[in-house]
């Protein structure tokens, strides 16, 4: 048995992708003493179609990091398309909350920008640990974690805060018994691979009869080229095996024949890979030394492509919290209760509209639900241009 390797910190973070390095980068930008531990390493990609609404445009913008992820290849976007049938409409992507373009950076690209910009700050960044357990103490108030790096050392981190960032499937959530404050199912399925050598200069979104399609163009003159059904007519997708780049074309054929044409005059370059039945849950966010940020709290169909901007946006509002919790520990009831409130303040029209779209209702519904969406989205990116966070651009005026 070896014995553990320990240390404390202010706050410790589970999970380092676009919630856990984004709260972390934060804190550590406000002078906290911040540790986070990720079972990836990085760069790695994960399972993610990764348009970037543009309240994470605006988040990026702000923290200092979308020069950056421009710098990396991921073109600015410009244009915005929405094909129904015959009808096709483009519009420019209009200068508002600061920004005037939309991105699509790969994932691989992406959280390895927002690690680096955690350990920028200050924050310790440690990659092939996994948790494996949280610490308690008499009163029962989580004080930090256990956890194991990949050649089995153990280790133990002690903390006036614990973050749960760890995704989807977090088992931290599990480990402190956060409630489901609201729930839904949604049987739909998100499908995707990449096309290069075609041109991609707009997001593009295609709808039909329950059916959603769309492109986000990425890296190299590439681009993400996705399809949302409900999961019972993905059938034949799903079982297609090492077929499925072909399966998914026959479906682009029905759903946009104009975006099937031109995904065939392009170079297929991936495997297409995709989730079906994802849960939609609000959970509560705090309780006694724990926060969770990101998937790991809340999470909504990939239907409305809205997590990486819910997970910038609530990694703000945690960090606001856990700094004024930090710097005066007599209010950190206050200040933990106004995470959870200002979170569901920002979730909440979202989530009811990713309800709505992910039920597939007939393609004019859809599409009235697209236009609330938008313009939903716009009013929260102006809510987020609108933050005064000093910590959010401290280290970049510096
Ligand atoms: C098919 C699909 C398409 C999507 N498309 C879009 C889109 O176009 N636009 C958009 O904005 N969003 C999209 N999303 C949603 C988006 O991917 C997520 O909301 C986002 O990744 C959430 O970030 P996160 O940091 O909370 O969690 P994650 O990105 O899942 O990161 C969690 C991290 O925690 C780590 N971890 C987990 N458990 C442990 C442990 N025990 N110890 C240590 N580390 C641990 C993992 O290794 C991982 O790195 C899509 C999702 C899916 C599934």
């Known amino acids: 048995m070896r014995s ?31 540790a986070v531990v990720d079972r990836s390493r990085f760069p790695s990609d994960m399972l993610s179609t990764h348009g970037i609404a543009r309240g994470g445009v605006v988040q990026l913008a702000r923290w200092g990091l979308l020069e950056d992820v421009l710098a990396s290849g991921a073109p600015a976007v410009r244009q915005v398309m929405f094909r129904r049938g015959d009808n096709q409409t483009t519009l420019r992507v209009k200068e508002r909350a ?45 004080v930090g974690l256990d ?47 990449y096309v290069a050598d075609a041109a991609w200069p ?27 059904r409900p999961a019972a007519a993905l059938g034949s997708l799903r079982a297609a095996g090492s077929d499925r780049a072909a399966a998914l074309l026959a479906e682009l054929d029905t759903v946009s024949p104009t975006l099937a044409a031109r995904v065939r005059s ?12 994802l849960p939609n849950y609000v959970r509560q966010p705090v309780g006694p030394g724990w926060a969770l940020v990101g998937d790991a709290g809340y999470h909504r169909d990939p239907i409305t492509g809205h997590g990486i901007t819910d997970a910038f946006r609530d990694a703000e509002l945690l960090a606001t919290a856990i700094d004024g919790s930090l710097r005066d520990p007599a209010d950190e009831h206050t200040a933990m209760a106004a995470y959870a409130d200002r979170r569901e303040a920002a979730l909440r029209e979202t989530f009811d509209l ?6 597939f209702p007939p393609p004019d519904t859809f599409v009235e639900l697209q236009i609330q969406l938008s313009e939903a989205l716009e009013r929260e990116a102006d809510l987020l241009a609108s933050f005064r966070t000093p910590a959010a651009t401290a280290v970049r005026a510096a």
């Open 147 to 193: 956890a194991r790096t990949a050649d089995g050392q153990p280790i133990e981190l002690t903390a006036r805060y614990v973050v749960g960032a760890d995704g989807l499937r977090s088992r931290t959530a599990g480990w402190v018994g956060a409630r489901v404050l609201d729930s839904f199912s949604a049987d739909t399925g998100t499908f995707y691979m």
């Open 266 to 277: 392009g170079r297929i370059t991936s495997v297409v890979r995709g989730a079906a039945g």
């Open 202 to 228: 707009a997001y593009e979104f295609h709808v039909a009869r329950d059916a959603y399609a769309g492109v986000f163009p990425t890296h190299g003159g590439a681009a993400c080229v996705w399809l949302c």
């Open 98 to 142: 600061g920004v005037d373009l939309l991105v699509a950076p790969r994932r691989h690209v992406l959280d390895a920008l927002l690690v680096d910009a955690a350990q920028a700050a200050g924050a310790q960044v440690r990659t092939g640990v996994t948790a494996t357990g949280l610490r308690r103490d008499g009163a029962n108030r989580v």
């Open 354 to 359: 990713t309800r709505a779209l992910a039920s």
């Open 4 to 34: 553990p390797q320990r240390s404390h910190h202010d706050v410790v973070v589970i999970g380092s992708r676009c919630a856990g390095a984004a709260t972390a980068m934060l804190l550590a930008r406000a002078g906290h003493d911040v």
